[in-house]
Every structure is written in structure tokens, then in C-alpha cells.
């Protein structure tokens, strides 16, 4: 019998029922926007495996509490932003100095290393003086291109609230750029 990606309470139901294997149908699912998540938060190859690794060990361990009548994928998505804030507390590398090492281990073209290095290393270096609240939301929004409803699930905040965080988010990194204009 065959697992159709496309339902993840029926995956999961057979997960709860004893069919262990049916678990890598989820991690073959959302083991890209872990990933993605993990790398765009810390800024390292190396974390952000570990921590995919880790959300989705963990997400299996917890199974029990997860509740059938929610959507999986937030589910999930809290437990690995909980181990990336964890992560990020322990570890006192900045963000930008992280998301500088990747672009120096690039094997990118130089001229596409130089250029893409300047833009990353200013977006980054906005986004990292931003509070964690609003620049966790504003990755889930625009760099894993989440609904406002996801976001709000995923950090456990109202709907509003969600899309209070992006709006303030961009008016900052807006008033950033501006600033950095007009000089």
C-alpha cells in the first residue's frame, strides 16, 4: 500500500498506529523547508542539518501530542524554530559573521561571489538588527513564503499579531535602507 504525500494526518495515523516507516514520507516532505529554515536562521550548512535533524527527531519523539484536528506542517515548524532559538542562545557567533563564512566557502563564479556577497551581507546585516520576533516572521513570510495563518500557528500568535510582526518588520528594514541612502 502506497502513502500519499498529499495527507499528512493519514501519515500520521499510520505513525501512531505502529508503521514506523510511513515517518519518512514526512521527512522526504518537509525536509527542504527545515533545512531552509534552519540555514536562514543560523547562516551555517552545518547547523542548519544538524537542527533539521534534530526538529524532525524530535517531532517524532513528541508524535503522541500532536493534534490530528491541526495542520502538521506548523506543527513542525514550531518544534524546529524552538530548537533554532535554542541553538542561537548557545552559540555566540553573530548572524552576519555566519552568513560570511558561507559566502566565503561559495564556489560561485567571483564577480557572482562579490555581488551576491554585498547584497546578502546587507539584507543580513539588516535583518540581524532586527529583534528575533520580528525577524523570525519575516523569514517565515518571505524567505519560506508562509501564509500570515501559518505564522501566527507556528509562533503562537494571532493572526494580526503575525501580520503586525512582517508589517513592522518591513517598515524597519524600509527605514534602514532609507537611512543608508541618504547618507
Known amino acids: 500500500m502506497t502513502i500519499k504525500n498529499d495527507d499528512d494526518n493519514e501519515i500520521i495515523k499510520k505513525?501512531?498506529?505502529?508503521?514506523?516507516?510511513?515517518?519518512v514520507?514526512?521527512?522526504?516532505k518537509y525536509k527542504t523547508p527545515i533545512f531552509n529554515l534552519a540555514f536562514r536562521m543560523t547562516g551555517k550548512y552545518e547547523d542548519a542539518s544538524d537542527l533539521s535533524q534534530e526538529a524532525f527527531i524530535k517531532a517524532y519523539k513528541s508524535?503522541?501530542?500532536?493534534?490530528?484536528?491541526?495542520?502538521?506542517?506548523p506543527w513542525l515548524y514550531?518544534?524546529?524554530?524552538?530548537?533554532?532559538?535554542n541553538h542561537l542562545k548557545k552559540d555566540k557567533i553573530s548572524f552576519l559573521e555566519k552568513i560570511k563564512e558561507y559566502f566565503q566557502n561559495d564556489t560561485k563564479d567571483p564577480e557572482?561571489?562579490?555581488?551576491?556577497?554585498?547584497?546578502?551581507?546587507?539584507?543580513?546585516?539588516y535583518l540581524s538588527r532586527l529583534s528575533f520576533d520580528i525577524r523570525e516572521a519575516i523569514i517565515l513570510r518571505y524567505y519560506q513564503n508562509l501564509s500570515f495563518e501559518d505564522i501566527g500557528e507556528i509562533l503562537n500568535i494571532s493572526l494580526s499579531n503575525a501580520k503586525m510582526r512582517v508589517y513592522r518588520g518591513l517598515?524597519?528594514?524600509e527605514s534602514?535602507?532609507?537611512?543608508e541612502i541618504e547618507i
Not at 505513525?15 to 515517518?23: E, P, Q, S, T, V
Not at 514520507?25 to 522526504?28: D, R
Open 78 to 85: 514550531t518544534i524546529a524554530i524552538n530548537l533554532i532559538k
Open 63 to 73: 508524535i503522541l501530542s500532536y493534534d490530528l484536528t491541526k495542520k502538521f506542517f
Open 25 to 28: 514520507v514526512i521527512v522526504e
Open 171 to 173: 517598515e524597519k528594514l
Open 176 to 179: 534602514m535602507i532609507k537611512k
Open 112 to 125: 557572482e561571489i562579490i555581488i551576491s556577497y554585498e547584497e546578502s551581507e546587507r539584507m543580513m546585516g
Open 15 to 23: 505513525i501512531l498506529n505502529g508503521d514506523k516507516d510511513a515517518y
